[in-house]
């Protein structure tokens, strides 16, 4: 289920959760059903919250949802998919291969 804090920022190609004032994001590039993910950055003040895999889950919910497949980039989400290999089935065949999941 996806989360309705998190906001998709099609313009700035980035997910967005305001927490206490300030921002957490998760970056991506769209090409056709490929959705990359680049970078996520939780503030430091906000760390050790959980935040990063709250939107990791939201993203990884919405892309499903829109029938894309994640190129998990980011070492974050990469470590993500290695903890959550049920989750896997988003992954890009190649990328699940890379990180250990088939």
């Known amino acids: 289920m996806t989360d309705p804090d998190i906001r998709n920022n099609a313009d700035a190609h980035r997910y967005e959760l305001d927490v206490d004032g300030q921002t957490a994001t998760v970056a991506?590039?769209?090409t056709g059903p490929n959705l990359m993910i680049t970078e996520t950055l939780v503030p430091t003040a906000l760390e050790g919250r959980g935040i990063a895999s709250r939107m990791a889950r939201h993203v990884i919910d919405d892309a499903r949802g829109r029938g894309l497949v994640i190129l998990p980039v980011c070492t974050f989400f990469g470590h993500f998919f290695q903890k959550h290999p049920d989750q896997a089935d988003v992954v890009?065949?190649?990328?699940?291969?890379?990180?250990g999941l088939t």
């Open 28 to 30: 991506y590039n769209l």
């Open 92 to 99: 890009h065949p190649d990328y699940r291969k890379a990180l």
